[in-house]
T-cell receptor, first 114, second 117 residues
Framework: EPEVTQTPSHQVTQMGQEVILRCVPI?????FYWYRQILGQKVEFLVS????????KSEIFDDQFSVERPDGSNFTLKIRSTKLEDSAMYFC????????????FGSGTRLTVV | AQKITQTQPGMFVQEKEAVTLDCTYD???????LFWYKQPSSGEMIFLIY??????QNATEGRYSLNFQKARKSANLVISASQLGDSAMYFC??????????????FGTGTLLAVQP
């Protein structure tokens, strides 16, 4: 069964450092997403990406965040200068054109900012 | 604005019993999808079941069924014959359809289910 792959599974970084979280979506999917889950809280939408551009972003997704699909397979989330409150689980997801359950999450990257 | 409400922060169920996890939603869109995800302690999000707003029959997937009551805007998850491995956090989520550019999911706050032997 096709999977969304995320690397690394865990990352510890110092406050102020840049981090890049990587994702390989399912190859025939067209929509790509990043979500965030602070420990013990609900899953929050960050950004959606379609047709090589951001289609929607939440108010969480400020200028410190950026996304890129550099080579047609990888989909990355960059946090330029991490803050303590960026510590969370970050999920990548991809979906096909339909509304149905062609919506797959990766296993997540647990980011800890110290 | 769309919203998902899960009013049960935690639930207990005896092994082999059935359990219902509540979910209500709010949307002005006529076309939408409802999802349930399971999140075990390891953290990954596991898709369980999907219900489209125009589906006339309740969705079922093995031991999971979705009790969809459109007029009440509820989409409760029923797990039959609970197993110890069902202990996890369960999230209800909704996806609206408008223009096809986003299709993001909006999540509820989750219900932590504990299955007791």
């Amino acid at each position: 069964e096709p999977e969304v792959t995320q690397t690394p599974s865990h990352q510890v970084t110092q406050m102020g450092q840049e981090v890049i979280l990587r994702c390989v979506p399912i190859s025939n999917h067209l929509y790509f997403y990043w979500y965030r889950q602070i420990l013990g809280q609900k899953v929050e939408f960050l950004v959606s990406f379609y047709n090589n551009e951001i289609s929607e972003k939440s108010e969480i997704f400020d200028d410190q965040f950026s996304v890129e699909r550099p080579d047609g397979s990888n989909f990355t989330l960059k946090i330029r200068s991490t803050k303590l409150e960026d510590s969370a689980m970050y999920f990548c997801a991809s979906s096909d054109r339909g509304i149905s359950y062609g919506y797959t999450f990766g296993s997540g990257t647990r980011l800890t900012v110290v | 604005a769309q919203k998902i409400t899960q009013t049960q922060p935690g639930m207990f169920v005896q092994e082999k019993e059935a359990v219902t996890l509540d979910c209500t939603y709010d949307t002005s869109d006529q076309s939408y999808g409802l999802f349930w995800y399971k999140q075990p302690s390891s953290g990954e999000m596991i898709f369980l079941i999907y219900q489209g707003s125009y589906d006339e029959q309740n969705a079922t997937e093995g031991r999971y069924s979705l009790n969809f009551q459109k007029a009440r805007k509820s989409a409760n998850l029923v797990i039959s014959a609970s197993q110890l491995g069902d202990s996890a956090m369960y999230f209800c989520a909704m996806r609206e359809v408008y223009g096809g550019a986003t299709n993001k999911l909006i999540f509820g706050t989750g219900t932590l289910l504990a299955v007791q032997p």
